[in-house]
């Protein structure tokens, strides 16, 4: 089945880091382009991340030089570490795939509270 | 970067009757050597993932109900669901996967009236 299930979520303090892991299965993450969209309580889906088949990886501003999509082939999974944490990074955070920048397969996510 | 608007906030439509979203790009998102648009729709039930409903502006995704349409070129786009049914409550959001960032609109909530 072609899926994906994400992991790694948790309540961290402001400052703290953590890596979210997003397990593919049915096809390999070095095929698809591989994407992180976060949703803050109650609000709208934001972009955070993607890392494109050649591995060309791309971030929103809100999130540049402290947060890094990779993926690990032999695990066949995505990551995304994230350092620095503040409280605007609580959210429920997605993997997604597709061929380019579409998305049409979706994990069900992971949720990430940052709070003292 | 690409600012996608959607309008309304919030919709409320009786069974069976028509609803109607928009949403307008700040730039085009045609991909020219295709001549397709890159916009596309997407589906969220309350608790749920989001779904991809529409891509390319106007193409349903496999398994999506033909009461789902959806039009546009240039900047502005629309989501029309023909009959609204209970299952379809949800917030819609538009997105442009033209480049990065990609971005959605704000969304829309759809109610039964």
């Known amino acids: 089945e072609v899926q994906l299930v994400e992991s790694g979520g948790g309540l961290i303090q402001p400052g703290g880091s953590l890596r979210l892991s997003c397990a593919a299965s049915?096809?390999?993450?070095?095929?698809?382009?591989m994407t992180w969209v976060r949703q803050a309580p109650g609000k709208g889906l934001e972009w955070v991340s993607i890392?494109?088949?050649?591995?060309?990886?791309h971030y929103a501003d809100s999130v540049r030089g402290r947060f890094t999509i990779s993926r690990d082939t032999s695990k066949n999974t995505l990551y995304l570490q994230m350092n620095s944490l503040r409280a605007e990074d609580t959210a429920l955070y997605y993997c997604?795939?597709?061929?380019?920048?579409?998305?049409?397969?979706w994990g069900q996510g992971t949720r990430v509270t940052v709070s003292s | 970067d690409i600012v996608m608007t959607q309008s309304p906030d919030s919709l409320a439509v009786s069974l069976g009757e028509r609803a109607t979203i928009n949403c307008k790009s700040s730039?085009?998102?045609?991909?020219?050597?295709?001549?397709?648009?890159?916009l596309a729709w997407y589906q969220q039930k309350p608790g749920q993932r989001p779904k991809l409903l529409i891509y390319?502006?106007?193409t349903r995704e496999s398994g999506v109900p033909d009461r789902f349409s959806a039009s546009g070129s240039g900047t502005n786009f629309t989501l029309t669901i023909s009959s609204l049914q209970a299952e379809d409550v949800a917030v819609y959001y538009c997105q442009q996967y033209y480049t990065v960032p990609l971005t959605f609109g704000g969304g829309t909530m759809v109610e039964i009236k």
């Open positions: 890392i494109e088949n050649n591995g060309a990886a």
């Open positions: 049915g096809f390999t993450v070095t095929s698809k382009y």
């Open positions: 390319w502006a106007s």
């Open positions: 730039q085009r998102v045609l991909y020219r050597p295709y001549n397709v648009e890159h």
């Open positions: 997604a795939s597709g061929q380019g920048f579409l998305t049409p397969l």
